[in-house]
């Protein structure tokens, strides 16, 4: 039973492996290229926050 099991999941890879390098060979290609300008954006918009618990100015004055 188990040979029986064995052979058909086998047959099954192969199979597979064989249709997959049949794809590969045919050479499918398929590029899609758009680009997108955003024109909303007037200047970078950048945000510090710092949540750390940790303080420089205790650090130094606590040596």
Do not use: H, K
């Not at 492996?17 to 300008?37: A, C, F, G, K, T």
């Amino acid at each position: 039973m188990w040979l029986l099991v064995l052979s058909g999941c086998l047959a099954a890879t192969v199979l597979q492996i064989i249709d997959r390098v049949n794809y590969y060979n045919s050479m499918p290609i398929n590029v899609n290229v758009e680009i997108n300008y955003n024109q909303s954006m007037q200047s970078p918009a950048v945000t510090i926050c710092n949540q750390n618990s940790f303080r420089y100015n205790e650090y130094i004055y606590s040596m």
